[in-house]
């Protein structure tokens, strides 16, 4: 049994005392102080999932985009560099709220009734497989506050939520960035094997990817509000499900493109952790229909005649069809024949309500 | 023991064969890549060899020479049907048999829903976490080139994989054969959706 002196035992103990208190001091100075982000969280957000996306947008101030065919610069219509894509971000993400977030009465308000809204146009909503009566769904991410601005505009509504901690926030626009987040999200890369650890930066890519592609579902107007997804066709792992995108430039083109620009970044990362990044990467690039048939179906076939016929009726009497919406798509299409539309680059301008904040 | 080991040396055969068959396969129509007996394995995994000491000759070679080789690869000779026959070592026989026993495969996304599968559902994750850990596993233990080719190869031509395997896989292959020839593969070796996405994948 050792037997110390005084003055070594005051010495060991002093040391004890400075590598505790080292430690609790180095841990708290680590940690992201959630005031400063530029993303605000609700209060009832669980701790652990709030300092992981902490350091995910930690993260992002250190990437660098790699970008040498212009894909980047094109699709996100900004410099492919740190700080552009950053602002990229926080134009469309200001609010986090937990799973447990409910829409009801209780937070959702109505701040104006039958408004009229600037563009009246709504986009295609596809349905795919419905939900089975008692099934669990995992919640990764969605954009909250896109689905209540569309939601809103359905019903000629504009509506504000109750953000715990945050206040009310009017939805005037799909720009609102009212993000919900779940479990699903923080997922590590290599679950089975444990060999990466759930906040290193592999993985603060792979959810970062996430974070991209729902801002996405912040832009558009009209037709192309939220940027919807659209069903799989034939032939695609997803077939029958509404988890594709039938534009160039949708939320899974957002996702894949960043992982693809930032997957250098990854110079600490394991050999598996960048294969499994690419696994991400290729999900969502499979989901993009480069093309796909104009008519789903007999009754999809008629109504789109019908609205071909009237577009041809506003061509015969001089006046430009392609000023409607519902014409841009189909000045091409011939009134009863099957034709194959190819995808294209959908306009991403944010719309508005037209009210004031 | 004796069993194991013709069991482990059928299975090389198989690697080499499905490569063989692929580096021959550049500008026909895709077929199902199937088992053959070991015969047609062996005289294959010859041609195969003797592909890739012809395309190492042309490098350096003069024009004279070229044809010279390209005719002895239509020919090979009683003489070296001995030569050269790779079997892959144990561990990556073992390797490759757990990852294509095991990695899940797209009937696992039966009863799914849509907000299961808007982001990369948990079965492709799993799906592409074998695969990193094969990728893992070539890089710190690298193989002779038809080893490796032929694992991604058979790897792409599964019609039950996810999409994202088959394509990085396809993208794999793509990498070692231009590494090794110079060229890039033809799209016709994998299916339409596979040999498209394979493009977009950052290696």
């Not at chain 1, 991209?212 to 009209?222: I, L, P, Q, V, Y």
């Not at chain 2, 350096?60 to 003489?79: G, L, R, S, V, Y």
């Amino acid at each position: 049994m050792l037997n110390f002196n005084p003055l070594t035992k005051s010495v060991l103990a002093a040391f004890l005392i400075t590598a505790v208190a080292g430690s609790v001091w180095a841990g708290k100075k680590d940690k992201i102080d959630p005031k400063k982000s530029r993303i605000k969280f609700a209060d009832t957000i669980d701790r652990g999932q709030r300092d992981l996306m902490l350091q995910d947008l930690e993260a992002l101030k250190s990437l660098s985009f790699y970008d040498p065919q212009g894909k980047v610069s094109s699709l996100f219509k900004v410099l492919p560099e740190t700080n552009s894509m950053q602002e990229w971000l926080y134009a469309r993400s200001k609010y986090i709220v937990p799973e447990s977030f409910k829409t009801d009465q209780n937070t959702v308000k109505v701040i104006k009734e039958h408004h009229i809204f600037t563009n009246p146009a709504l986009p295609t909503l596809e349905k795919g497989r419905s939900v089975e009566p008692g099934a669990t769904i995992q919640v990764v991410m969605s954009n909250l506050g896109a689905g209540m601005y569309l939601g809103g505009k359905m019903q000629n509504a504009v509506f504000a939520l109750k953000i715990p901690g945050q206040g009310e926030v009017p939805i005037t626009s799909p720009r609102a960035g009212i993000f919900q987040v779940g479990a699903g999200l923080f997922q590590p890369l290599l679950k089975k094997s444990g060999g990466t650890s759930i906040d290193g930066l592999a993985n603060s890519l792979s959810r970062l990817s996430v974070y991209f592609h729902e801002a996405r579902h912040s832009d558009g107007n009209g037709t192309s509000l939220l940027f919807p997804h659209a069903v799989c066709p034939e032939g695609s792992d997803y077939s029958g499900y509404n988890a594709c995108d039938k534009n160039l430039n949708g939320p899974y083109t957002i996702g894949a493109e960043f992982t693809g620009a930032t997957l250098h970044n990854c110079t600490s990362c394991s050999e598996a952790e960048k294969e499994a990044l690419r696994n991400r990467q290729a999900d969502a690039y499979s989901r993009v229909i480069a093309e796909y048939d104009l008519f789903v179906s007999d009754s999809d076939r008629m109504a789109t005649d019908s609205i071909i016929n009237s577009c041809k009726v506003f061509a015969d009497m001089g006046i430009d069809p392609n000023q409607y919406d519902f014409c841009k798509n189909y000045n091409t299409a011939t009134a009863g024949t099957n034709t194959k539309q190819k995808a294209t680059a959908w306009d991403d301008n944010p719309e508005t309500a037209g009210i004031n904040d | 023991m004796i069993k194991k080991s013709i069991v482990s040396s059928a299975l090389g055969i198989g690697l080499i064969t499905i490569t063989a068959l692929f580096l021959f396969k550049d500008g026909n129509t895709n077929n199902d890549v199937g088992s053959t007996s070991t015969s047609e394995s062996v005289r294959k995994s010859q041609k195969l060899m003797n592909l890739i000491k012809v395309q190492e000759q042309e490098t350096t070679a003069t024009d004279k020479t070229k044809k010279e080789a390209a005719t002895h690869i239509q020919q090979p000779t009683q003489a070296n049907s001995h030569a050269v026959l790779i079997t892959p070592d144990s561990q990556v026989l073992e390797k490759s048999q757990n990852f294509f026993a095991k990695i899940p495969r797209i009937h696992a996304l039966e009863g799914k829903t849509n907000a299961d599968v808007h982001d990369i559902p948990a079965e492709a994750l799993e799906a592409g976490e074998y695969l990193a850990h094969m990728r893992e596993f070539f890089v710190q233990n690298p193989q002779p080139l038809v080893v490796e080719t032929g694992f991604y190869l058979e790897c792409s031509q599964q019609k039950d994989f996810f999409e994202s395997v088959k394509a990085i896989c396809a993208a794999r292959v793509g990498e070692l054969y231009t590494k090794k020839t110079g060229r890039k593969i033809s799209p016709l070796v994998f299916d339409k959706r596979t040999a498209v996405l394979k493009e977009k994948i950052t290696l």
